[in-house]
């Protein structure tokens, strides 16, 4: 519990610099620079954040073996774990030089002239990748807390440099780069010193002899993962910026940045109850599924939650932040992403059967996604619809939540679409009173009428933990009054298929 406790202060340190990250930079960029330069930031972070798929997806695989290597030495698993690090670093090396000859390349054909601060975001990218991908395995070695800290210490210092730069000297997108890669650089070192004792992880270690054509084979499975997040955070503002006008890119940005909220929240809890889950499934699989659950059930809660105060605010706040914006765009962007959201417990799955090794189911349900997310896209452009591309964004989070219930046992699936399905409809019939809104509650913008919407907003996720906590708290109770009696609880339907293991890089 203390390391818990330790592991969540951190994480939430780190969200609410993130967000203050979005609320305050965001307004800043758009009163010193304007709507189209800003607008453009956003479309170069885009591209330069392909920089995070630098390692082909190579984070996910090899959590068997360097478990193996640090639990029992085996020294074939710390082959095969050294050449999964090697090649992670070569591929960095040679993605980030062919991302920034190809960009500097396009500068020069389109404009005649190379804007250098647009690299150094690739290069900023690039190494915040690194700092990722390493802490991820750092994780499965049960240092999250040491991991988190350094990223915390890397935002909070990026967070106050941006601000104080834009604030005090009105400061250019080429300053902003810089700091932004200033810090990237600071952490990665600062990782790398904090880590140093951890052989196996060392950023100028050998290892490239043990490169086989198993490490190669394995990227098919794990390339998915990071190709996905690039798709979901940014394909949408490509498209947004070739079909709609700058205020409508800056709009989606700054939702998707109070969304974001809810995906990172997640993202951190799914991280710390998978790697619970694969060390307790073995000798307790009861208490195992129950931490899947109750990381579900969090995940769930947190998006009701930011879903439905997003919805109940009707862009009220947006107006204020961006000073400019329309009711009805920020309701439908809302809307889109509130899909995402409700139904974001699934990334705890996917958290799940990642650690266990099982790349190939996690490839196949993120690869029909990236399908989807594409044709999503070019239909849009064909089209040149908003509506029907914001339809199509939640049709393919809905999708991707289905294909991951498909693959967990019947009693947490049930669990799961139970509540996903709740946050859904309690969202969908928050989202008509407002779009209705006969009292004119959720457009005035008086204080009693901002404190109703607040309540209002919050309702879904209390609703759900008020059916939900109290089931929660009674299995827990019967669990332990069994564990003491000495009788089984567990059930094979309530939890993802076990294979602990199976290995996470496919033999030759």
Not at 1 to 29: E, H, V
Not at 100 to 127: D, Y
Not at 210 to 217: C, E, K, P, R, V
Not at 309 to 319: F, K, S, V
């Amino acid at each position: 519990m203390k390391r818990f406790l330790g592991f969540f202060s951190l994480t939430s340190a780190t969200q609410l610099c993130l967000l203050a990250n979005q609320l305050l930079l965001l307004p800043l960029q758009l009163r010193i620079w304007g709507q189209e330069t800003t607008a453009h930031w956003f479309v170069v972070l885009a591209i330069a954040n392909l920089a995070s798929v630098a390692d082909l997806g190579l984070r996910n695989a090899a959590h068997v073996p360097l478990l193996a290597t640090r639990q029992s030495l085996d020294a074939e698993a710390g082959r095969a774990f050294r050449g999964v690090w090697a090649l992670t670093r070569l591929f960095f090396l040679c993605v980030t030089m062919i991302l920034i000859a190809a960009h500097v390349a396009m500068q020069l054909a389109a404009r005649g002239s190379v804007s250098w601060w647009e690299p150094l975001l690739i290069l900023t990218l690039a190494l915040d990748t690194l700092l990722i991908v390493r802490g991820i395995w750092l994780d499965s070695l049960g240092h999250f807390n040491k991991v988190e800290a350094v990223f915390l210490a890397m935002v909070t210092s990026r967070v106050f440099l941006s601000i104080a730069a834009l604030t005090a000297f009105e400061s250019s997108p080429e300053l902003l780069a810089c700091i932004y890669l200033c810090t990237g650089v600071g952490a990665v070192a600062g990782q790398a010193y904090l880590f140093r004792e951890v052989r196996l992880l060392r950023l100028f270690s050998r290892g490239f002899g043990d490169i086989g054509w198993s490490t190669f084979a394995t990227i098919p499975l794990v390339a998915s993962e990071p190709a996905l997040n690039w798709l979901r955070l940014n394909l949408p503002v490509l498209v947004l910026a070739g079909i709609a006008d700058p205020l409508f890119v800056t709009s989606y940005v700054a939702l998707r940045a109070i969304f974001g909220i809810a995906r990172q929240v997640t993202s951190q809890s799914a991280r710390y109850a998978s790697i619970i889950y694969v060390r307790r499934v073995e000798f307790d699989p009861a208490g195992a599924g129950q931490t899947a659950r109750l990381a579900i059930l969090a995940a769930t809660l947190v998006g009701a939650a930011t879903a439905g105060l997003a919805i109940a605010d009707h862009g009220r706040m947006l107006r204020l932040w961006l000073l400019d914006t329309n009711p009805a765009v920020a309701s439908n962007i809302t809307a889109s992403l509130a899909v995402a959201v409700a139904a974001i417990g699934y990334q705890v799955i996917n958290a799940i059967l990642t650690r266990e090794g099982k790349l190939k189911g996690v490839a196949k349900r993120n690869y029909i996604y990236i399908v989807a997310s594409l044709a999503a896209a070019g239909g849009a452009l064909l089209l040149r619809s908003i509506t029907i591309y914001l339809v199509l964004l939640a049709l393919q989070e809905a999708l991707i939540a289905l294909l991951y219930a498909r693959g967990i046992g019947r009693e947490l699936q049930r669990f799961f679409g139970a509540y996903c399905l709740a946050a859904m409809l309690l969202l969908t019939l928050l989202w008509l009173a407002v779009a209705l809104d006969p009292l004119g509650t959720f457009s005035s913008s008086a204080l009693s009428a901002i404190t109703t919407s607040i309540a209002l907003g919050l309702f879904p996720a209390m609703a759900i933990a008020a059916g939900a906590l109290p089931l929660e708290l009674l299995r827990s109770r019967r669990r332990q009054e069994q564990a003491r009696v000495g009788r089984p609880e567990a059930k094979a339907s309530d939890l993802p298929p076990t294979g602990a293991a199976s290995a996470a890089l496919p033999t030759a």
